[in-house]
């Protein structure tokens, strides 16, 4: 941004503008976790990747942590490296981002995933239809939050609410019945690409600086004191400028 945009509104800076504008403010203050909720969501395509970049860019140079909130599994899949799943509320699934998508495990995940538009057209009208209405968040149904539009629920899901349970490499769900509905061809593609399942090698240890000798330190201060008549020289010129300024009006009043 120009010095120029100092004296407009906001409503004459574009979209763009106006995310960059509340990302600078947010970084102001140094933090180090920071909440991005719906932050592309009006933007147009082109604008969001930048947007998208520029998240990531800032995560890699301030070693900032997003906690990034969207609908759009897309976006999702670009940006994030660990994806929590929600449902009235509560967790359903969560797991790194290449895992889950290459492997879902919840049903509710499942109709998600299923959901985004595809290329392929083999691939098309494969979308798994939610039956039922989304119960109220104020009043849930008891058990399983999902168990009114779940194709699998049973007896159990209507009773007790199941809890977050391990169920592999950082991958955690929250269903009665994930074991008997695992896809075996997804899971062994997921154990393939999922991330992190090599241990990574340990950095080489980085050599000690040699110790400075006595023509470099004899150099050092010698540039030391150049810098310091320097800043004295600095203060003198200042000093006459001021002085100088000061007699101006009263030799045009002469």
């Known amino acids: 941004l120009n010095l120029e945009h100092l004296r407009r509104f906001p409503h004459a800076f574009s979209g763009g503008q106006r995310q960059r504008i509340s990302i600078a403010r947010a970084l102001v203050c140094q933090p180090k976790f920071l909440v991005a ?14 947007i998208l970049n520029l998240l990531k860019s800032l995560t890699e140079e301030f070693g900032i942590t997003f906690l990034f909130i ?29 895992e889950l998508f290459a492997a879902p495990r919840h049903p509710y995940t499942k109709a998600l995933l299923s959901a985004i ?11 798994q239809k939610l039956e039922g209405e989304i119960p109220s968040p104020t009043n849930p149904p008891p058990g399983c939050k999902f ?58 240890p980085k050599p000690e600086p040699a110790p400075a000798t006595e023509e470099e330190l004899a150099a050092q201060h010698v540039l030391v004191n150049e810098l310091a008549k320097l800043r004295r020289k600095n203060r003198i010129f200042a000093t006459v400028c001021i002085l100088a300024l000061l007699a101006l009006p009263f030799s045009c009043a002469m």
Not at 117 to 127: M, T
Not at 178 to 189: I, Q, R
């Open 70 to 98: 969207s609908h759009d599994l897309s976006v999702v899949a670009h940006i994030c490296d660990h994806v929590a799943v929600m449902y009235l509320g509560r967790l359903v699934e969560t797991a790194p981002t290449r």
């Open 117 to 127: 538009p595809s290329l392929d057209p083999d691939n098309r009208g494969n979308a």
């Open 147 to 204: 168990q009114t539009r779940c194709p699998h629920a049973i007896d159990i899901c209507r009773v007790e609410e199941p809890m977050l349970s391990h169920s592999g490499f950082e991958h955690e769900v929250a269903c009665h019945r994930w074991e008997e509905l695992v896809d075996t061809k997804m899971e062994a593609a997921a154990i393939v690409s999922a991330p992190g399942r090599e241990p990574e090698p340990e950095p080489e």
């Open 37 to 50: 909720d719906e932050s592309v969501a009006a933007l147009d395509v082109s604008i969001q990747a930048d």
